[in-house]
């Protein structure tokens, strides 16, 4: 205990001649950011998951072409889950001698779990938490015209006539199937028996909504897998909705990267301070030794004072860091959803242990340099302690890191992607410098007295300069690093969803009337995709084995097996699309086709295998020619199949297109619709502008999440080259008493530091680089570009920062005198 | 008169032997030799000393620059090992032992004043002296520590640090420090090295009145001449050999 107070009076003592501020400034920042950037990202998550969640009305829905065993229901009651139902089925209007087929939906009370629905009330929007009341019926706005109806008239659905209520204008869970395509009428529960429509055989379908605790869905889930039947499925936020599911899992990634970034420029510090702080301590740790300490005593004295330190700087980070990532949300307040998941203990401890863990990982190397003093350098000042092994000892500091980054990003891919390319850059470039350092020795004979000195202060210490270069060089590699993916990111979000993405699909329609329709597009000066033929097929067989002995149950492939697939032939390859395998028609000879990558691997489909579809009654075989990579989420028509042109001219086919139509140019639809009754137009206008926004608050927060990752760089950074200034001092001090004067030594100062940031700029842009392609590469599957801008950017922001921070730190060499400087050592 | 207490030596010696001394010098070597490879070849710093030093005794070790002085002063307190022979302090063999055991020995009988005054720079001067004390688990160290520093005349610069203390000062501290713990032997480099001929002067009073108090057993370093004369014996070193005891 004695011991333990005399760790804390020299703790203060230290403290309070400012030994510990750079230390205990460096720890602050650390646990400021991953604690912010914890919660941040905690938060974030949720609430995105939450809002994910709103795009399906629930947590949880199991899609069934048929009721569900009551069990099931009790089952969910059991484990505390709310639930909802919603009825989807197709249903022909009729009033006013005027036909329309609409997409019916019979919800009950409880629907929507989540999210909202709302109903035009002009002028405003209004927004409701259930859906319409018995009697009522709410209905899209196309309904009225189409129907001549208006707001308070009487619709029949089947036998049961409705009050219209409500126009309505969002509905969370609108889906992008045949159901969704026809203008809605939705009604309540209750009142779909009195319909009659529905019929034991009708194409009905139904969903029922489940929402509540994580664990006890997962729980259902698990339970309810095993004993689903092939026509039912469990959807879950991540693979109802692919588009979203990527969106968020990238920006998951992004906010993962970000903390490692933070602990990583952080960690640089503490090593950087630690180091400094040792250094400062040799004399008094061989007083220390001299008085009769021991070496573990030493150790325990300077250990304990840490661990005290990192307590108390968690405990103010950790405070700092909760006030900045509620600034964080309260900036963002007009982006985020109004409901805010609530800040998680469990991310504000992850906060705290990395505070901890860092400053081990980090500090502990240089820190058992002090054991190694010894007592003789009382009497021998020139004495150093040998450095601890230090791959031995650095591979705990990585270890740590590579657990945090690991824990961080659940991916242990991703980790080693990082952690293996930054720490062979590392030691490549190291031991570049190393000999570029001492190669530019020869130049020294030949240069004038400001720019030697200057040079030789790098030399002098090749080893530390080695060190401080690459420590400089991390840091500005993680704000490249944050700086390059977020802009990528945001850039692939553009461009995945520019502002005129298509926002209407027109499918059914007719080979003699493609060309007519796609003459009123091209004259209204509509932006419009391709037209695609369709003939609507299901695959039975690959290489004569049935699939459904194939696939594995719940795969993708097994959902494709079960339904029809739209079938395509096109002699060109879509845009979009990109060949992985094979190549795209070899030959002009039908009967070929090119396979989607994901349902190839899920079927297991490999280049020549011969794959059989029905077609109505009929039957054909194609071999697979080539595999392909796509993106859903363009809003174009994409296809699982394309076959070569020829192969499917037997069959009867409908052409399918997507176009991009203004708000402002809504009425054009109705004229399509009455020129091509027969035509299914799909607005997905609701969709796009839920991912838009989603995407939008994304980009936002990532922004902040940079400028804070910029912001500890650049603090950090200071606070680093501050750490590397006694020395320089001692030596300019010295330089004075010898005549130098202060323009001589400002300019040697200023060569020094630069060159230190613009050879530190150069390698982080050389490792920035190869992580980023590492990264984009097997991680988050973006295209990687060279970044030739970053050549030219990088070292100079490496000059100037270092240089001024250098400049100013040591200006005291300048501006006071020597003696004075030489007593503050 | 008052009775002085007894000092460590005597303290440790009646533990082990009720009264009497074992060895017959408190700081003993055998054929001390200390050597370094240099890019030269190998360099001989110190051949072949035999030193017995009695408790109590005041011994001046002289020499020219580079004769080794600081070396043999550096091995009989334990600060370093020698190439060969041996060490006793209070009769054991300081070469048997690791570096713990011989920073043990160091806490328990050892005192040091350097030249350059070695104070921990962050620490008061009362802190400064309190640290030893401190080191050993003493409950009373900040009252010995303050006594002590009013003996050497420095009770108004108790909460002052290092720098804010002018040489004297600072070595006056360093004396305070040293003595706190009441050593059984003092070694002091240099101890006026670094100060002007009348504050040297002023230690060195000082330094031989707290010596006599506490019977301590002194070994001091020095190139003074009327300093060594003050010593009950001098040992003079050349090239790393004694050529005068």
Redesign the interface.
């Known amino acids: 205990m004695?011991?333990f107070n005399?760790a804390l009076?020299l703790l203060w003592?230290?403290s309070?001649?400012g030994?510990l501020t750079i230390l205990t400034l460096a720890l602050i920042i650390a646990v400021t950011s991953s604690t912010a950037i914890s919660l941040f990202a905690d938060r974030l998550q949720r609430t995105m998951a939450t809002q994910a969640a709103e795009f399906m009305a629930a947590d949880l829905v199991i899609s069934s072409p048929a009721t569900i065993a009551s069990e099931w229901l009790s089952k969910a009651t059991q484990l505390n889950l709310a639930q909802a139902q919603a009825v989807e089925f197709s249903s022909v209007l009729i009033e006013h001698d005027e036909l329309l087929l609409a997409g019916v939906k019979a919800v009950s009370s409880a629907y929507p779990l989540r999210g909202f629905l709302k109903t035009d009330a002009a002028p405003t929007e209004t927004v409701h938490h259930s859906g319409p009341k018995p009697g009522t019926a709410w209905v899209d706005k196309r309904v009225l015209s189409a129907l001549k109806l208006k707001l308070g008239d009487a619709l029949h659905v089947g036998e049961k006539q409705l009050t219209i209520g409500n126009i309505i204008t969002y509905e969370p869970d609108k889906r992008s199937d045949f159901y969704s395509f026809s203008p809605r009428v939705m009604i309540n529960a209750d009142d779909l028996q009195a319909t009659e429509v529905v019929q034991p055989g009708s194409r009905v379908h139904y969903f029922f909504q489940f929402s509540g605790d994580t664990k006890a869905l997962s729980e259902f889930n698990h339970w309810l897998k095993p004993q689903l039947n092939p026509s039912q499925r469990i959807m879950d936020i991540h693979d109802d909705r692919p588009e979203l599911g990527s969106a968020l899992e990238r920006a998951e990634r992004y906010l993962g990267l970000s903390s490692i970034i933070v602990i990583l420029i952080a960690g640089v510090a503490i090593a950087m301070a630690t180091r400094r702080y040792t250094e400062r301590h040799f004399?008094?740790t061989?007083?220390?030794?001299?008085?009769?300490?021991?070496?573990?005593?030493i150790l325990w004295l300077y250990g304990s004072q840490f661990v005290v330190l990192g307590l108390l700087a968690s405990t103010i980070g950790l405070l700092l860091g909760w006030f900045a990532q509620e600034a964080l949300f309260r900036l963002l307040r007009s982006l985020l959803p109004q409901q805010v998941a609530a800040p998680s203990m469990l991310a504000v401890f992850f906060g705290f242990i990395i505070g901890m863990a860092t400053l081990s990982g980090f500090a502990l190397p240089p820190l058992l340099r002090l054991k190694k003093v010894?007592?003789?350098k009382?009497?021998?000042?020139e004495l150093e302690p040998l450095p601890s092994s230090a791959w031995l000892i650095y591979s705990l500091a990585v270890g740590i890191v590579g657990v945090l980054i690991w824990r961080y990003t659940g991916d242990l891919k991703m980790t080693a992607t990082i952690l293996g390319a930054g720490l062979a850059s590392l030691l490549v470039l190291g031991l570049l410098v190393n000999v570029s350092l001492r190669l530019s020795r020869r130049l020294l004979p030949h240069l004038g007295l400001t720019w030697r000195f200057g040079l030789q202060g790098l030399l002098k210490n090749s080893r530390g300069s080695v060190s401080q270069i690459l420590a400089f060089s991390i840091t500005l590699v993680a704000m490249v690093l944050s700086f390059i993916v977020r802009t990528d990111l945001i850039n692939d979000w553009h461009k995945q969803l520019p502002a005129n993405a298509p926002n209407y699909f027109a499918l059914n329609i007719f080979p003699d009337q493609q060309q007519n329709f796609q003459q009123d597009l091209q004259q209204q000066q509509i932006d419009g995709s391709r037209f695609y033929p369709v003939v609507r097929g299901r695959l039975v067989t690959i290489n004569n084995t049935p699939v459904q002995q194939i696939v594995s149950k719940d795969s993708q492939g097994e959902n494709a097996t079960h339904r029809e697939l739209s079938l395509t032939w096109s002699k060109e390859l879509p845009v979009d699309n990109k060949i992985t395998a094979g190549s795209w028609w070899p030959d002009a000879q039908a009967g070929q086709v090119s396979v989607e990558q994901k349902l190839a691997k899920s079927l297991k489909v490999k280049l020549g295998d011969s794959l059989t579809f029905t077609v109505g009654s009929q039957q054909f075989t194609a071999t697979v020619a080539s595999i392909r990579e796509l993106r859903w989420d363009t809003m174009r028509p994409n296809f699982y199949m394309i076959f070569s042109p020829g192969t499917l001219d037997a069959f009867p086919s409908t052409f399918i297109t997507s176009f991009y139509l203004p708000e402002n140019r809504k009425d054009f639809l109705n004229a399509l619709v009455k020129q091509y009754p027969s035509t299914t137009l799909l607005e997905v206008d609701l969709i796009l502008r839920q991912l838009q926004t989603i995407l939008s608050q994304l980009t936002e927060a990532i922004n902040y999440l940079l400028y804070f990752a910029l912001m500890a760089g650049f603090t950090v950074l200071f606070a680093a080259v501050h750490t590397t200034l006694d020395s320089r001092i001692h030596e300019g001090a010295l330089m004075r008493t010898l005549g130098a004067n202060r323009a001589f030594l400002r300019n040697t100062h200023i060569i020094e530091f630069t060159l230190l940031g613009l050879i530190a700029g150069l390698l982080a842009v050389v490792i920035s680089e190869a992580v980023i392609y590492a990264l984009y590469t097997y991680v988050m599957h973006m295209e990687y570009k060279a970044n030739f801008y970053l050549w030219f950017y990088v070292p100079l922001t490496g000059a100037l920062f270092v240089g001024l921070a250098g400049c100013w730190g040591v200006r005291n060499v300048v501006n006071k005198s020597p003696l004075e400087v030489l007593?503050?050592l | 008169m008052q009775t002085q207490p007894l000092n460590n030596v005597d303290r440790a010696c009646s533990r082990q032997t009720g009264g009497i001394p074992t060895v017959p010098g408190i700081v003993t070597t055998e054929n001390l030799s200390k050597s370094v490879v240099t890019s030269d070849g190998i360099l001989h710093i110190l051949s072949s000393i035999d030193l017995i030093i009695k408790s109590g005794e005041s011994i001046a070790i002289v020499g020219e620059s580079g004769s080794g002085k600081s070396t043999l002063i550096g091995l009989l307190a334990g600060l370093d090992t020698p190439t060969s022979g041996n060490v006793s302090l209070n009769g054991k063999l300081l070469t048997a032992m690791d570096e713990d055991g011989r920073a043990a020995m160091r806490n328990e009988l050892v005192g040091f004043v350097f030249q350059a005054f070695q104070l921990l720079p962050g620490l008061t001067a009362l802190e400064n002296v309190m640290l030893p004390l401190e080191l050993s688990g003493d409950k009373n160290a900040k009252a010995s520590a303050a006594a002590l520093l009013d003996r050497v005349g420095l009770s108004h610069r108790l909460s002052h640090t290092p720098q804010k203390l002018s040489g004297g000062e600072q070595q006056r501290v360093a004396l305070a420090r040293a003595f706190v713990t009441k050593p059984a032997i003092l070694f002091a480099d240099e101890p006026t090295g670094n100060l002007d001929s009348k504050t040297g002067a002023h230690i060195i009073d000082l330094l031989f009145e707290l010596n006599l108090e506490n019977k301590t057993t002194l070994i001091l370093v020095t190139h003074d001449q009327a300093l060594a004369a003050r010593c009950q014996r001098t040992i003079r070193l050349d090239s790393g050999r004694i050529v005068e005891s």
């Open positions: 004695t011991r005399l009076r003592r230290d309070r001649s030994e004399n008094s061989a007083i220390l030794r001299c008085l009769g300490c021991k070496q573990r005593e010894s007592p003789l009382v009497l021998r000042r007593r503050e």
